[in-house]
């Protein structure tokens, strides 16, 4: 069965930074793109911002305009676990932030993340960042 939980949020403060997990069970890293997406408050499900995601094909990653330069995603087949390193946190940042997969391939580094194209999903993870 697969299966995605996501670990590390927390409280910080802005210019802080955080690591997130997203460990997996149930299916090999080899076959599946891993992506991030958050959900900022008041926004719907349907409003999630696909901000990350690394190819299972090529190791090829793709990182939103929104967090550029500041979010790094990374993973450890051996561990089955993938990591957002999230650098100069400021409040915008402030989302529950999911970790999600399919068993088709969807992360192309020239292409952004939509909501719809990924079945399994982890629990969520709360970040804030704030003073």
């Known amino acids: 069965q697969v299966e995605l939980a996501e670990s590390g949020g927390g409280l910080v403060q802005p210019g802080g930074s955080l690591t997130l997990s997203c460990t997996t069970s149930?299916?090999?890293?080899?076959?599946?793109?891993i992506a991030w997406f958050r959900q900022a408050p008041g926004k719907e499900r349907e409003e999630r911002e696909g901000i990350s995601c690394i190819s299972a094909r090529d190791d090829a990653t793709y990182v939103a305009d929104s967090v550029k330069g500041r979010f790094t995603i990374s993973r450890d087949k051996g561990k089955k676990t993938v990591f957002l390193q999230m650098n100069s946190l400021n409040p915008g940042d402030t989302a529950v932030y999911y970790c999600?997969?399919?068993?088709?391939?969807?992360?192309?580094?020239?292409?952004?993340?939509?909501?719809?194209?990924?079945?399994?999903w982890g629990q969520g993870t709360q970040v804030t960042v704030s003073s």
């Open positions: 999600a997969t399919d068993i088709l391939p969807h992360c192309y580094s020239d292409s952004t993340l939509n909501y719809m194209d990924f079945e399994k």
């Open positions: 149930g299916f090999t890293l080899d076959y599946y793109d």
